[in-house]
């Protein structure tokens, strides 16, 4: 069923020149996929005309009327409808995958490229659009065909999908071939073509609609698609009503890279506007009749092919199989580069359009996504890819490549992604979420069917659990997909208000409770240091007074050996020659002691140490002529002094 719809939107876009994939399948899923209902929603404002149209003035039916038939030989003859029967002009009329039965086999068109010295020749049926003949082109020379331009067509092909039948070829054609690059490389070498490609153009656009100017910048490498997509999110005009001025005159196509384009660099100055629309033809009649078109839709459903449907075999002669890289490796063991290495091989496949996919191992998704606290927390979003189903391409291609889903996705989801086309990669992927999430959410992975592959697993944190909240399986639509993204994004902004309110609860009782064990611990810190003020001054105060006792008894000690040492006080009237010593001390009174001439200085001093006295706390002053006698030589006599019979000297403090 996918595989036919994308025929259907194939042949739509054929017929109505709309490249934008998104706007063709809203009037496809509008006309719920009848191809004709949706031609006709989509031509009276749309900006080209069917292919079949060769004048406006001429009506719908009347141009199907004079539709030209081949006359080659290898194609069955078409029998010419008849002019008085509506029913069978519509009926002949139809695109769509089941064509009737008298112009089921196309012609044969046979193209003669000729690129370099040599002439390729490839055959193709007249039913197939211009990118089936490119990826043929590609096959056969290499050359991509985002970089072919085609020179020869008698009638230049306005879209990739434009059928050929539409351009009325002839049998034969001859088309020369020439890649972008060998154009651009007239002036710019190839050497330097890599190194345009990393510089950043900054592109100066005049929005002639809003009046506004945009500074864009743009790797060399982007195409100028991604320009006109990108000015299409902020104009609001689709890529195919945009008209530019600016480009250089050698740009033929879309797919031309800004280093291949010839714009200047570093800026450059373009300007865009919408196309006018054109005014609708009042004599165009609706291609399905009104006394039709109720038993024609049922017609149009029904895809049956006929069984004159038989398509020589030459057809698919120049057609050459390739083998699919796989988006991860057999047999991955690390998660991390499993992760690299499907994140590089998916937007190689389908395209810069993708979500942006986490790198690193499950349980590194989980903890980014649900376990963080509840304000910072996302949902996690498991994308599982299976290249053998059916419905990878479209879900790869148009949903998850959707501009709104991937909004949707960016603002809440962690995306991980991972390939089980290997049996050994599917069960390295449930032994993770096994020891991550438990065996219920291990099992409910292994038991999703493989024919609804590929899905989305959404995981969310709720109520201290980490769970799968839904699966979106690969048969959805858009709508539906946006449908269930939004209401598993609205079910977990529910749970987490509810979670950081409870998070905001307990962080106020934890804030109390640490200040009060901080008040507590402060208090407690300075009783501490009052208790250990206290001791260490009672500690000084010990130590002062053990030092003052041993100070005393040092004092008293030395005292006491001095007075063992002091000789005897000569009597009065012992002799002449007796010296009168008397000592003024510093509180005024006076000690008087004789001593015989000989007797050394430092006889004095003890004896004045005997008194209490010190001569480390004191010092011994004669009156004439003024001395410190206490800084003289201890071993001078008194005579050597000259003491006078009657000598007295002062006691002062030091």
Same mark, same amino acid.
């Given at each position: /069923? ?20 998104? !706007? ?12 004709? =209902?949706?031609?006709?929603?989509? /031509? ?12 406006? !003035? ?49 012609? /044969? ?51 990739? %999908? ?13 088309? %020369? ?19 345009? /490609? ?37 104009? +609001? ?50 291609? =399905? ?28 002669? !120049? ?114 979420? *096994? ?13 999703? +069917?493989? +024919? ?55 962080? =106020?009782?934890?804030? #109390? ?13 300075? !009783? ?33 050996? #001095? ?10 009237? =012992? ?7 008397? #000592? ?34 004191? *010092? ?14 201890? *071993? ?19």
């Amino acid at each position: /069923m996918a595989g036919l719809r994308d025929e259907i939107l194939a042949d739509f876009q054929g017929c109505t020149g709309i490249d934008d994939v998104g !706007d063709a399948m809203k009037y496809l899923e509008e006309s719920n996929w009848d191809l004709l =209902a949706a031609v006709n929603l989509a /031509m009276p404002r749309g900006t080209q005309q069917l292919p079949s149209e060769m004048s406006p !003035d001429i009506e719908m039916i009347e141009e199907i009327e004079r539709m030209p038939h081949s006359s080659s030989s290898t194609s069955q003859t078409v029998q010419e409808p008849k002019a008085n029967s509506k029913m069978d002009v519509v009926e002949n009329s139809k695109p769509g995958t089941s064509k009737p039965k008298n112009c089921a086999k196309g012609r /044969m068109l046979t193209f003669h490229v000729n690129y370099l010295s040599t002439v390729y020749k490839i055959n193709l049926p007249e039913f197939s659009c211009l990118r089936d003949l490119k990826q043929l082109i590609w096959e056969k020379t290499n050359i991509p065909p985002c970089q072919q331009h085609l020179h020869g067509w008698k009638k230049v092909p306005e879209t990739l %999908y434009t059928p050929l039948q539409s351009l009325y070829l002839p049998k034969e054609n001859t088309l %020369y071939l020439s890649s972008t690059t060998e154009e651009v490389d007239v002036t710019t070498d190839n050497s330097s073509l890599s190194e345009h /490609m990393t510089q950043t153009y900054t592109l100066n656009i005049q929005d002639e609609i809003h009046k506004k100017t945009y500074n864009l910048k743009f790797l060399g490498s982007s195409t100028i698609l991604d320009v006109k997509s990108g000015i299409y999110a902020l104009i +609001d005009v689709p890529v195919r009503n945009q008209q530019w001025k600016g480009w250089p005159s050698s740009v033929q196509n879309d797919s031309v890279m800004l280093a291949q384009s010839g714009i200047s660099y570093p800026e450059h100055d373009l300007s865009v506007n919408e196309l006018p629309m054109k005014e609708e033809k009042k004599d165009v009649i609706d291609l =399905a009749g009104s006394d039709s078109s109720v038993d024609e839709a049922d017609d149009v459903e029904e895809f049956d092919v006929p069984e004159s449907f038989n398509i020589e075999d030459d057809i698919f002669v !120049d057609f050459k199989s390739t083998k699919i890289e796989r988006l991860m490796p057999e047999n991955v063991i690390d998660e991390t580069m499993g992760t690299l290495h499907f994140a590089e091989e998916f937007e190689k496949r389908y395209g810069a359009a993708h979500p942006e996919f986490f790198t690193g191992k499950f349980k590194d998704a989980v903890k980014e996504s649900c376990l963080k606290p509840a304000r910072e927390r996302k949902l996690l979003a498991v994308y599982l890819h299976h290249d053998n189903s059916v419905l990878t391409n479209v879900f790869c291609t148009q949903l998850l490549g959707f501009e709104t889903i991937l909004q949707v996705l960016s603002a809440n989801f962690i995306v991980w992604g991972w390939d089980i086309t290997y049996e050994s990669n599917k069960q390295r992927f449930l032994l993770s979420v *096994k020891q991550t999430l438990g065996s219920v959410a291990a099992l409910a992975m292994k038991n999703i +069917d493989v +024919d609804t592959l590929p899905v989305l697993v959404i995981i969310m944190r709720t109520r201290s659990n980490t769970e799968i909240f839904t699966t979106v399986h690969g048969n959805v639509g858009v709508n539906e997909l946006l449908t269930n993204l939004i209401h598993a994004v609205d079910v977990f902004q529910e749970q987490r208000r509810t979670d950081i309110g409870v998070e905001e609860e307990r962080q =106020a009782r934890e804030k #109390v409770k640490q200040e009060q064990d901080r008040a507590y611990q402060e208090s407690l810190a300075a !009783d501490r240091a009052k208790e250990y003020a206290k001791y260490m001054q009672e500690e000084l105060e010990k130590k002062r007074q053990e030092q003052e006792e041993n100070e005393k008894a040092r004092k008293e000690a030395h005292r006491q050996a #001095v007075e063992s040492s002091l000789p005897p006080e000569p009597q009065q009237g =012992a002799g002449v020659g007796v010296l009168k010593v008397k #000592v003024r001390l510093p509180a005024g009174k006076f000690l008087e002691r004789r001593f015989q001439p000989d007797t050394p200085l430092q006889t004095l001093l003890n004896f004045l140490i005997v008194e209490g006295y010190p001569t480390e706390e004191y *010092k011994l002053l004669s009156s004439w002529p003024r001395r410190d006698l206490t800084s003289m030589d201890s *071993k001078l006599t008194l005579m050597d002094l000259k003491f006078c019979p009657q000598e007295t000297v002062i006691l002062e403090e030091r």
